[in-house]
C-alpha cells in the first residue's frame, strides 16, 4: 500500500474515532454534590452510568479519562475549583451530580505492558450528599482495578476515605458483567 493511502487511511481513522472527553449532562439545579472524577492510568479509562444498580437501563457514557495526552480524547478540561487537583487536565473532570439518589457507575480501564493489553472495569453505586465535595479515583494495576471514593475537605487539599470498590465479582456486581463485556464501537 502507498504511503500516501497509509496515512490518509490512520488520518480518516483517527478522525472518526476522537470522541468528546465529556459527555455527561449535569443537574443544574435541584440537590447537587461536586464530584472530581480522575484516573490514573496512561490507558484510556471511561465512565458509564445507569439507571439501576444492575447496570441494565439506560447506560450512558458519562466522560473519558486518560493520563497524558492522547488524539482519541477531545480535551475539555472541567474544573469547579475543587481542593487537591494533581492530575493532568486529561486525567480528571470536575462535575455537578444529582445527590438525591444513588449513582449506578462503571469505569472501564485500559492499559498496556509490552505486546499485553488489559481491560479492567468497576462498577459502583453511591449516594453522594448535598453540597459536598467529592473525588472517585479509578486505579489499574493488572489484573486488578479498584475505585476509591473520597470526601474531600471544604479548602485544604484533605482526602477522607469513604469507601473501595474493586473488580472481583460478588452477587451485588455479577449482574453488570454483561455491560463489561459489550463490545461498543
Known amino acids: 500500500m502507498p504511503k500516501f493511502v497509509r496515512i490518509s487511511l490512520l488520518s480518516l481513522l483517527a478522525a472518526g474515532c476522537a470522541a468528546p472527553s465529556l459527555t455527561y ?66 486525567a480528571a473532570k470536575e462535575i455537578y451530580v444529582e445527590a438525591s439518589k444513588p449513582q449506578t457507575l462503571m469505569f472501564i480501564g485500559n492499559e498496556t505492558s509490552g505486546t499485553t493489553a488489559y481491560r479492567c472495569g468497576v462498577p459502583l453505586t453511591f449516594k453522594f450528599e448535598k453540597d459536598r465535595d467529592y473525588e472517585v479515583s479509578f486505579h489499574l494495576a493488572p489484573p486488578n482495578c479498584s475505585v476509591a471514593v473520597s470526601q ?24 453488570c458483567l454483561d455491560q463489561f463485556k459489550k463490545m461498543r464501537w
Open 25 to 90: 449532562v449535569e443537574p443544574m439545579q435541584g440537590e447537587r454534590a461536586r464530584v472530581r472524577f480522575a484516573t490514573g492510568t496512561s490507558g484510556l479509562t471511561i465512565l458509564r452510568g445507569y439507571d439501576d444498580s444492575g447496570c441494565r437501563t439506560n447506560e450512558k457514557e458519562w466522560m473519558r479519562l486518560i493520563r497524558g495526552n492522547n488524539p482519541m480524547i477531545e480535551s475539555s478540561p472541567r474544573k469547579l475549583g475543587l481542593p487537591g487537583w494533581y492530575q493532568h487536565e486529561n
Open 152 to 175: 474531600l475537605g471544604p479548602t485544604q487539599p484533605v482526602r477522607t476515605p469513604l469507601q473501595t470498590f474493586d473488580n472481583r465479582i460478588s452477587d451485588e456486581t455479577a449482574v
